[in-house]
């Protein structure tokens, strides 16, 4: 393999330019991203960048040594459009063509947005200039702010917002945000620290239009409810999409992601999807550890040109919000139990185990993190990826 192109310059495409290299790939590698930005990590973009804790500089995956040790070739500010001849084209926005011998997909995902006219004070949160819009927003000073949506993105912002010192109302359209990922019990804590922080939580209702003159600012949320928040600042955190519209017409299946098999290779062995673009052995994942696991799975299939490592990593995801950190490793079924290991959930620290069959399928953490280290070990020590 003389060329290899990784489209997606940010956290999996980087694991894997890594990862070429360290796997002795020599040839000549090329990177290509859409954001003019080198990759930059973006869970604090959420978190400590929102409230002015964190610059911009401090969000670099790479500094400048390992930059010029990957000895890539970086095509930032470049939408790949399309991909051609079973793979071994890379066409650029602009009409250029890259042929190349592999394909590493990275193109991870891009927020929803509710329908209706553009209005000012509307935001979604994933890139860094996302984030540097809603600071700017932000530092008006208190406003009132609607976050739609009570995931872990919308809830970290809300809790931002907070220490920010506006006035945070979340909307969530279930009976309880986080409930598919946590379950009733557990879904119940976390949304209770929205309460502990002043921060309002509304459940159960949908949202039916954002209010604003079009072309103008957003000055409400109208619920399905029929209830009207008044709102100087929206953060719509609806979920994403996987970015795949560029392999339209390719042959690369697509479902909800890049359909490729347990070792992140696509039906074509020299072409292959990591991060949150990736549905890897029937699941796809949104999470930082897993973009960065898969990359070295997927490398080692690429070059050897067939799948001969899976990536069977227990799926782990944290998140920071109102100064607690949430942990949660495993796969979790709607048929487990919960049960409380150690500390309490009314003191926002402690350590639960989800169990079948005596089993332990996952482990939920608040604010207990070497303990939940140790559990989630335990769990792994039982998936590690298999190389045959
Ligand atoms: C605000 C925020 C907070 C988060 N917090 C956490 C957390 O606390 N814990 C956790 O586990 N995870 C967290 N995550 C998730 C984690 O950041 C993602 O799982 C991770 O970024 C996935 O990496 P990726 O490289 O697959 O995708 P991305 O980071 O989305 O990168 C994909 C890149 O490809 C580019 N691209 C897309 N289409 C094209 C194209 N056609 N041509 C060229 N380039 C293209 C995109 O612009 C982007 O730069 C958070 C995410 C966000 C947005």
Redesign the pocket.
């Known amino acids: 393999m003389r060329t290899v192109t990784v ?7 980087l694991y894997a330019a890594r990862a070429l290299r360290s796997q002795g790939f020599q040839g000549r590698l090329v990177i ?4 003019h930005h080198r990759p930059y990590d ?2 604090p ?2 978190k400590d960048f929102l409230k002015g804790e964190t610059g911009q500089e401090q969000l670099a995956l790479a500094d400048a040594e390992e930059i010029a040790e990957l000895d890539a070739e970086w095509v930032l500010g470049t ?2 459009a399309g991909l051609d001849d079973e793979g071994r084209t890379v066409r650029l926005a602009g009409g250029r063509a890259l042929a190349t011998d592999g394909v590493v997909i ?4 891009t927020p929803r947005r509710l329908p209706g006219p553009e209005l000012s004070g509307v935001h979604t ?2 890139t860094l200039d996302d984030a540097q819009a809603l600071r700017a927003d932000l530092a008006g000073g208190p406003g009132r702010v609607v976050v739609i949506g009570g995931g872990f ?1 919308g809830a ?1 912002v809300a809790s931002s917002c907070a220490a920010l010192g506006h006035d945070v109302t979340v909307v969530e359209a279930a009976p309880l945000p986080l409930l598919p990922q946590l379950g009733e019990e557990m879904a119940g804590v976390c949304a209770a620290l929205h309460g502990d922080h002043g921060v309002a939580l509304v459940t159960g209702t949908g949202v039916a239009a954002l209010r604003g003159e079009p072309g103008g600012r957003v000055t409400g949320v109208e619920l399905a409810d029929g209830r009207l928040l008044p709102a100087d600042t929206v953060v719509v955190g609806i979920g994403v999409r996987p ?1 795949t519209d ?1 392999l339209a017409g390719s042959g690369i299946a697509v479902a909800d992601g890049v359909v490729c098999d347990a070792g992140c290779v696509t039906a074509l062995p020299h072409v292959v999807a ?4 990736a549905r890897a052995g029937g699941s796809r994942t ?4 897993s ?1 960065t696991e898969q990359a070295a799975v997927a490398v080692h299939n690429l070059l050897a040109g067939a799948t001969l490592m899976a990536h069977r990593a227990v799926p782990y ?4 919000q109102y100064g607690v950190r949430i942990q949660f490793a495993g796969r979790r079924l709607p048929t487990d139990t919960v049960r409380i290991v150690e500390g309490s959930p009314e003191d926002r620290s402690f350590l639960a185990a989800y169990e079948r069959d005596g089993r332990t399928t996952a482990v939920l953490a608040l604010n207990r993190p070497r303990p939940f280290m140790k559990q989630r070990r335990e769990l792994m020590r039982a998936a590690q990826p298999v190389a045959s």
Do not use: C, K, Q
């Open positions: 489209v997606g310059a940010s956290l999996a495409g290509v991203g859409d954001e973006r869970p973009l959420s939408r790949a990275a193109t991870g995902a949160l994933r993105i970290e970015n560029w990591v991060g949150d673009v949104e999470h930082w550890t973009a995801f944290w998140s920071d």
